[in-house]
């Protein structure tokens, strides 16, 4: 199906883009003490298990390292090299590097085809003639980007990213949505195989970075922020190949003409037809989203929901009041989610303990003042669970509701309240139906940080809305559907 | 154009409506030691300023107000009446209480025609049944309804309500999400004239207090929760009157078929058909909201931006970020609002300043590095509010970057910030201009909630995400559009 040329998944050239990952030795150049030695932080902070050589003739010694005037007197071999001085340097070191057979420059410099002028391009390009006239095998990230991330080998481009390695792996055109990916990520304990900002992409194509990731075994989970596509039908091709086995969730800057024109003055990026990413989405199970926050709900949804996609469309609503319930059901509707009735068994059995005045027990349930009986509470998302009509659950917790019993004197309520909830809800996910928590931000914000930590402490996926919530259990959902799909095609 | 008996705003029954926000006198009827005096306590707690009835025969007295065993003892007239009481023992007070001749009635209680039951439907006709056999012309608002919320009098019905008066009214079908509403305007500022929750509406319409609200002069801006319409044509001629004068954001529960059905087993509402509803929002120049937090943004943009709604389409954007630059267009553009070009002389005196790499110096505004640069910043912000071309600004604040000098050993640094930009914004509001912020979550979310009091207090609406920032400015801008088409038509 593919000339040798184009062959996906390339297991030698696979392999060393995995050596890019996990350099023996990285060089800095150009760090500086004007900014705290950032660059070198970065490596130090993360324990980056190779050897680090600040190169920068100003200084002899920083954080321990010891520096070097110029690379080729580091008196090993080096693997990556991570560039940081200005533009109009940036070809010398690159020389400098392609001597010293650098395997990987990461460029962090901007001042390239970025910002459209004729003297950025006419750098830019220097490079790959440099690069080719040379006729070395040197690979180029960027320039204009922030290079990778890599908890298992200690890479990084920002000092406060987790250590923790994760199934997740993001390639972002923009370096700052790397940076805020990285941040957020953390907090949501979703950890990361892999973060590549690429920039520019003078050298080395977003479509080779999606390739490895599809390769890399400790990616399971595939996030894409990019302007532009260059080359659309290799683009689609390894999509295509990867996502019967990874899911891709695909945010992509420049939908709109104004859009567009703003990713040109970012990266220089040609947006690509509207035609062209319909055709993209349509055609390969890429999961399309349209905020930076959508991805980051998307990729939470899929991290702890990573082994019990949903069966199918239904979901079990619940919540602690009426007006509450038919807005969820509508948002869950529009979004091509079922609302499904419960078995005469399941209303029975709801029936039993939940008799409070203002309660449904039908889904959507709606608990009223049953939300503060344990034992109800308990009965109700159980049978949720156990429900065979539901494929998954989507409970919103309103914690002012919860925090006003304490405020009332029944002291240690909210404890209660999480201790059962939790352990129920993972008891669901382990019988294999996905559970989504949306935790609206009505009252106790202070709280509200700490009492959210806990469900990502449990790996229960929890969110700002319910429409985030709905929104990332439709992308999981639709994913299963694509899955039953691309394995009939089979 | 209307017949007498369907007159608008007929001045002697909104001046009794006014009335009933503002009683001499209440009497709670049903209030037990058991739910901690919860009934009396919205009173109490928000210094109610008439007289206050306890009404049981099991007590004598508690927190400090001496209780009656029936209404007819109270030695005092009684405007308002707030029943807790079951729902077999409604029709006995109501009696009294239209031997008392009292004004309101508010019922708390539920188990009448939203259960869906026969036995509960006859319980509300029953009441109705009475108020017209009796010729009383006492009113009745529920039941099944959490009632009234009126700062100015101390009226509520949770204690720990706001006592601040503000300029939205909000009515609600739902009492969960009347409660969610003044718990989360409290938070953001977004002070009341009044709150109703109306419940099963047997007697007194969301119509008449749509009506009412468009009378009261405390209330400027009005939100409404409704899961069905009974009177389509009267409730689309209102408010055709009201939104010349008021905007109007209306949150429909029920949309979807499933939805409707959950409404439906709610409040017993039928839902109306979609092409009903279409025409009302086409016809009237109600704002449509499709969840909660909409529907609470949307407020606040409008609670903040009062005084300057936007002159027409064209937003600035700032931000940190290029790739962040590329996506807030993409939104803005999705959601009908212009990105235009900054006039030539904005872009050099932009660029006299602003001369980072990375950074854009058009609109979208894309400060990178220089969002450090307190001088670049604040040219930044003025070029922004100055431009002919621009009617608002949405800027997008990543604390992230605020913090990090900080913790590299720049004391102050988020101080200096927040002080210069809230000056600026203020500046710019002043001169007519909104001015909304987008401050998404990415990491110190302790300090995020702090960060986002500084803006609340300074009263720039703040949004946790750019979607909603653009969703509520759209929502600013069609309604500042509508109001000269309405003129126009005048």
């Given at each position: 199906?593919f000339?040798d040329?184009e062959?996906?998944?390339?297991i030698?050239?696979?392999?060393?883009f995995?050596?890019f990952?996990?350099?023996?030795s990285?060089?800095v150049?150009?760090?500086?003490?004007?900014?705290?030695?950032f660059w070198?932080?970065?490596?130090v902070?993360?324990?980056?298990n190779g050897k680090?050589f600040p190169?920068?003739?100003?200084y002899?010694?920083?954080?321990?390292?010891?520096?070097?005037?110029k690379?080729a007197?580091?008196?090993?071999?080096i693997d990556n090299?991570?560039?940081?001085?200005?533009?109009?340097?940036?070809?010398d070191v690159?020389?400098?590097?392609?001597?010293?057979?650098?395997?990987?420059?990461?460029?962090?410099s901007?001042g390239?085809s970025e910002?459209?002028?004729q003297?950025?391009k006419e750098?830019?390009?220097d490079?790959?003639?440099?690069?080719?006239?040379?006729?070395s095998?040197?690979r180029?990230?960027?320039?204009?980007?922030?290079?990778?991330?890599?908890p298992e080998s200690g890479?990084?481009f920002?000092p406060?990213?987790?250590?923790?390695?994760?199934?997740v792996g993001?390639?972002s055109?923009?370096g700052?949505?790397?940076?805020n990916?990285?941040?957020?990520?953390?907090t949501?304990?979703?950890?990361?195989?892999?973060?590549?900002?690429f920039g520019n992409?003078?050298?080395i194509?977003p479509?080779e970075?999606?390739?490895y990731?599809?390769y890399?075994?400790k990616?399971?989970?595939?996030?894409?922020?990019?302007?532009?596509?260059k080359?659309?039908p290799k683009f689609m091709?390894?999509?295509r190949?990867?996502?019967?086995?990874?899911?891709?969730?695909?945010?992509?800057?420049?939908?709109?003409?104004?859009?567009?024109?703003?990713?040109a003055?970012?990266t220089?990026?040609i947006?690509?037809?509207n035609d062209?990413w319909?055709?993209l989405?349509?055609?390969t199970?890429?999961i399309?989203?349209?905020s930076f926050?959508?991805?980051?709900?998307t990729?939470l949804?899929f991290?702890?929901?990573y082994?019990?996609l949903?069966k199918?469309?239904?979901?079990?609503l619940l919540?602690?009041?009426?007006g509450?319930?038919v807005?969820?059901?509508d948002i869950?509707?529009?979004?091509?989610?079922?609302i499904?009735?419960?078995t005469p068994?399941?209303?029975?059995?709801l029936?039993?303990?939940?008799?409070?005045v203002g309660?449904?027990v039908?889904?959507?349930l709606?608990?009223?003042a049953?939300?503060?009986?344990?034992?109800a509470?308990?009965v109700?998302?159980e049978?949720?669970?156990?429900d065979?009509?539901?494929?998954?659950?989507?409970?919103?917790i309103?914690?002012h509701y919860i925090y006003?019993p304490?405020?009332h004197?029944v002291?240690g309520y909210a404890n209660?309240?999480?201790e059962?909830?939790?352990?129920l809800l993972?008891?669901i996910?382990?019988?294999?139906r996905?559970v989504?928590?949306?935790?609206?931000?009505?009252?106790f914000?202070?709280r509200r940080i700490w009492?959210?930590?806990?469900?990502?402490d449990a790996?229960?996926?929890?969110?700002s809305?319910?429409t985030?919530a709905a929104q990332?259990l439709?992308?999981l959902t639709?994913?299963?559907?694509?899955?039953?799909?691309?394995?009939?095609n089979?």
């Amino acid at each position: 199906m593919f000339s040798d040329a184009e062959k996906l998944f390339d297991i030698d050239r696979m392999k060393r883009f995995d050596e890019f990952f996990h350099p023996k030795s990285v060089a800095v150049i150009g760090t500086t003490a004007r900014n705290d030695w950032f660059w070198l932080k970065n490596l130090v902070s993360m324990d980056f298990n190779g050897k680090i050589f600040p190169i920068n003739p100003k200084y002899t010694s920083a954080l321990g390292l010891t520096f070097y005037d110029k690379i080729a007197n580091v008196p090993f071999d080096i693997d990556n090299a991570i560039v940081a001085v200005p533009a109009k340097h940036v070809h010398d070191v690159l020389k400098e590097c392609i001597l010293k057979r650098v395997k990987l420059v990461t460029i962090f410099s901007s001042g390239f085809s970025e910002t459209a002028t004729q003297e950025g391009k006419e750098l830019e390009q220097d490079l790959m003639t440099l690069k080719e006239s040379t006729k070395s095998d040197i690979r180029i990230l960027g320039p204009n980007c922030v290079g990778i991330y890599c908890p298992e080998s200690g890479l990084s481009f920002r000092p406060e990213f987790a250590r923790n390695q994760g199934r997740v792996g993001f390639i972002s055109q923009s370096g700052g949505l790397a940076i805020n990916m990285g941040l957020r990520g953390k907090t949501l304990r979703i950890f990361f195989s892999k973060i590549i900002s690429f920039g520019n992409a003078a050298d080395i194509k977003p479509v080779e970075l999606l390739e490895y990731l599809g390769y890399d075994k400790k990616t399971r989970i595939i996030g894409i922020y990019l302007e532009g596509i260059k080359d659309g039908p290799k683009f689609m091709r390894v999509l295509r190949e990867i996502t019967p086995k990874k899911p891709v969730i695909l945010l992509r800057g420049g939908q709109t003409d104004v859009g567009a024109r703003a990713a040109a003055s970012h990266t220089g990026s040609i947006a690509g037809s509207n035609d062209l990413w319909r055709s993209l989405f349509n055609q390969t199970g890429a999961i399309p989203v349209n905020s930076f926050e959508e991805l980051v709900e998307t990729l939470l949804a899929f991290n702890f929901n990573y082994h019990h996609l949903p069966k199918g469309n239904n979901v079990g609503l619940l919540s602690v009041s009426g007006g509450v319930s038919v807005i969820n059901t509508d948002i869950c509707n529009k979004l091509g989610l079922n609302i499904p009735k419960l078995t005469p068994e399941s209303v029975s059995r709801l029936q039993e303990v939940i008799q409070d005045v203002g309660t449904s027990v039908q889904n959507p349930l709606d608990l009223a003042a049953s939300f503060f009986n344990i034992h109800a509470l308990k009965v109700a998302i159980e049978t949720l669970g156990n429900d065979p009509n539901i494929h998954s659950i989507i409970m919103e917790i309103a914690n002012h509701y919860i925090y006003t019993p304490e405020q009332h004197g029944v002291e240690g309520y909210a404890n209660l309240f999480y201790e059962t909830v939790l352990q129920l809800l993972r008891r669901i996910r382990r019988s294999g139906r996905p559970v989504l928590v949306a935790f609206p931000p009505i009252a106790f914000e202070a709280r509200r940080i700490w009492d959210r930590k806990l469900f990502i402490d449990a790996k229960i996926p929890i969110f700002s809305s319910i429409t985030a919530a709905a929104q990332a259990l439709a992308h999981l959902t639709d994913y299963s559907n694509y899955l039953k799909t691309a394995k009939k095609n089979d």
